[in-house]
């Protein structure tokens, strides 16, 4: 006969005893659950500020590289060439008589110097006369290294485009425009326009597209002057002439 007193209790699952426990559990997964979508929405926004600093970060690089290469081009510009010319012997009025009409094309010889830093070629250059461009004709003779002219080829044939050196010097002739007047056979006088002038300021066109003011330099030492003393020089000078007559 059982005894009641010693007598094991049911065991309840759904007792006090487990409710407390499984009232544990889901108190803990709302927890991990809310943890979940804060670190969520906090991993949201630090994309979104990576993301946005990025792009900031992105512009500023792309500012720095635009102003690097204004820099450097303006760097460019400013290292360019630089020229500067002294003259060597006085104008040559180019005059001759055809007919009843007397002709005249002025010109006269100049040594240009780039004291610049960089190279470039010349391909037209011009007076400024108060305020007003004159445009001149550069020829190139072909002097050897005793200063005896080709006769053969007394232009050299880079004369429309004379490349000229950093710290180097090129001897250049200049030709004008041809003006042409009438020949007052009455009177036994000549009719001459306006007189051919020069300035102390050229303009020079490169191939590189710039348009350099060169100066004109006055204090040449006499030495430099005798190295340009070619005995052949107002030959090369008709030469010029004659070469700048026959273009089209």
Request: charged residues 20%; proline residues 6%; contains cysteine.
């Amino acid at each position: 006969m059982s005894n009641p007193e010693r007598s094991t209790p049911p065991t309840n699952p759904t007792g006090p005893l487990h409710a407390k426990s499984n009232g544990a559990d889901i108190n803990t997964g709302n927890g991990w659950k809310r943890f979940l979508h804060w670190f969520r929405a906090r991993k949201h926004a630090t994309g979104a500020i990576i993301g946005a600093a990025s792009v900031v970060l992105t512009a500023i690089a792309c500012l720095q590289t635009f102003q690097s290469d204004h820099a450097s081009r303006q760097q460019f510009d400013e290292s360019g060439p630089a020229y500067s010319w002294f003259m060597l012997d006085p104008i040559n009025p180019g005059l001759r008589i055809d007919g009843d009409t007397v002709a005249s094309t002025p010109s006269y010889a100049i040594v240009i110097t780039n004291r610049g830093r960089t190279d470039d070629s010349i391909i037209g250059i011009q007076q400024v006369i108060d305020g007003t461009t004159h445009e001149m004709h550069p020829c190139v003779p072909d002097f050897d290294e005793d200063g005896i002219l080709n006769e053969r080829r007394p232009i050299r044939p880079d004369s429309a485009s004379i490349r000229i050196a950093a710290g180097d010097a090129r001897l250049v002739i200049l030709v004008g425009e041809t003006s042409r007047t009438t020949l007052d056979t009455e009177n036994g006088t000549n009719l001459h326009g306006v007189p051919f002038a020069i300035t102390d300021s050229l303009l020079v066109h490169t191939a590189s597209g710039r348009d350099v003011e060169a100066q004109r330099d006055t204090t040449v030492s006499k030495s430099t002057l005798d190295h340009y003393e070619y005995p052949q020089l107002g030959d090369a000078i008709n030469a010029c002439v004659a070469h700048v007559e026959q273009r089209p």
